[in-house]
């Protein structure tokens, strides 16, 4: 056991920590341009698809050096790259299922955002129960025609493409009628809404597909293993995030000590009474443990060593985290902490969900963690079942199928 | 970095897992519950031939000098098996004669602690039950041949048989310590009976109690940073055996629910029983981060070490508190009974979580230092 980073590692870290103080732009990135541009410098500097192999132009850097950038990152205040569901995810996919010509095709437009991708999976009525979806892809011959609804997809409206999944065998059970494909967001038969949540803002879309057209092409895999393939864990960015939110929520941290300082109830400080304190300490004994769970994490894909469904326990442990910590926030800051409009930057918040706003926003954001990518409910079915050996559940849709 | 063991630090697991699961099953645990001195004589010897007592000794005392990180893997171990015995206030008491004794102190009690001839424990605890160094009421006076100790001390553990007692106490110069003979004139030892059998603590009364001038550890009025120090460690090696402790429940739990069954299928099958069981393995997990982190910050002389050791003692006691909880409740009416063996390990795990500062102390210590 040895927790110090190596002498490559604190090097690394410099050198990116001083490629950010030159490079961050001074005005957050905002339009789709410039957010683009940005996207490509990091790119260009080594510091996105950096586990992706060299041959579809990656770097083929290690996950420590990855965890370092967004550690980084989250210490400049630096802008996300753009497309992160394509490198992290979608990407990975390909590499592993694509043919040839979708490799060529797509990875490196991908890689330098010159193309945005989002991930076209769940429905109104396929949430935890993905394999139930319903829109349909019937084979036309040369391509597909695709019909149904998508929603909760990110990137939405600045997509060119998605990864599909849809239904191409209404009568075999559930999980076998299912394919993959490459969708072309851009045509007349794919309609994005925005979707507006809870937080006021809209970071996720509806989806509408009326004849919309999948190329043969662009299947991935074969017909109806879509969902084997949506199934692969695929590592490329695993613990990529680990470091940098655990600075976010430390940066957090710092600027809900400085309010307890500034704010007074009671004739005192918040940070004075005895009940405030006893909250602050539980969170940062909570936040110090996420960070020392992340390197545990770290240290074990640096040796190739894969989680598996033990990941489930990284993304229960810390989404289920953000709700405590900004529940405890709003309950130390009280109205002040509801503010959703800043009125100067001392009211301005690192939430942690890459979109900036309050401690408002940041306990609103902290809703989603726990609900997209896997609710924590299915997190610990994963667990219990392949982590712990529990029995499996006898389910209706088992029974049937 | 790497923050899986070592190869020897999993062979030492290993084989204080092999050890105790001999020696420490729980029917030999239930038998040291009803002895008087609540340990096992047998069982201590062998531990100091095993190289335990000595683990972190310097080697001049037949020590090993290894670290907190392998006293931790021990502890655990020890958690696990609910194991009766002084053995962590006597490494914890050992540590303040390595950092604070003279050379004839080090010789007089390292080398009796290595070879399992002696045993010893540190009173942190006064009148007040506050594990703050300042909060100690206990005087000493200078008289002709030394000193002569008054106050009370409360809850120190397995006091009844430990060759010396660690005693912190309040003099002109400020908190001093001394090594106290526990058959001294005007000390009473008062057992006191614990929620959990193989936790043995006793209220210790010192009524002008005489020491020479040889009995100080350390220099005098220097006390407080020694105390705070052997605090953290000992919130560590806590934190340890609770983890220990909370994964045996776990373990525990997680069988039976394979095998109970219920409504025609096994418990495990119900999510009610199955996320229960999935939340307590991540508090576990955690658990193994925050008390391993700790240990390391100790050896590693890391710059957040005091810190770390209160985030694990107090997320370890949370923890465990649930963990152990929780397994109760997926046991059900069985988990309740005196017979079934969960109990051992939830009251070692309970016991723990007062000792060294409890969640409570430990999160205003961390607010001390990170919102100074």
Redesign the interface.
Known sequence: ??????PE?RAFREKTRRWLDVNVPKDDAKTLDERKAWHRRLYEAGYVGMLWPKAYGGWEATP?QQAIVQDEMARAGAPPAINGLGIGFIGPTIIVHGTDWQKQRYLKTMLTAEEIWCQLYSEPNAGSDLASLTTRADDQGDHFRVNGQKIWTSSGPIADWGLLLARTDSKAPKHKGISCFLLNMRQPGVEVRPLKQITGSSLFSEVFMTDARAETRDLVGSLNQGWAIAQTTLGYERGANSLGRVTRYAIA?SQL?RA?KELRRGGRPL?EDPVV??K???I???L??QR??A??V???L??GESPGPASS?TK??YTEFEKRYFELALEILGPWGQLIAARDEFEEVDTSSGEPGTWATAFLWSRAGTIYSGSS?I???I???R????????RADRLKA | ??????PD?QLLKNSARAFLDEHMTPAAVRLLWDDPRGESEATWKEMAQLGWLGLSLPEAYGGSALGM?ESAILLEEMGRAACPGPYFPTVLAARAIEEAGSDAQKKRWLSPIATGDARATIAFLDADLDWRPDAIQTRAETTAGGWALSGRKQFVPWAHVASVLLVPAKTPDGLTLFLVDPGAAGLTLEPAQMMDPATRLASVTLEGTPVTGAAVLGKPGQAGPLLKALLSRGAVGAAAEMLGAARRCLDMA?GY??VREQFG??I????A???K???M??EV??S???V??AA??LD?K?EDHD??A??AK??VGDAARRVCGEAIQVHGGIGFTWEYDLHLYVKRAKALEAMYGDA?Y???L??RR??A
């Open positions: 056991m040895d927790l110090t980073y190596s590692d420590m941290f000590v307890t940070l304190r006893a602050l300490g539980k940062y004994a909570e110090e443990v020392y769970a390197l545990r770290l240290s074990s640096q040796k326990i229960l442990s409910e997190q610990k079915n667990i219990g079942e982590v712990l050996g529990l029995p499996k559940e006898v | 970095m790497d923050f899986a063991f070592s630090q990180v997680v629910a394979k299928q096994p495990g099958s119900f999510q029983i199955r996320h069981c999935a939340e393995l991540l997990e955690n193994h981060a925050a391993y982190y390391w910050a590693a890391a810190l770390a209160s985030v107090a997320y409570d430990h999160r205003e961390i607010v990170v919102a």
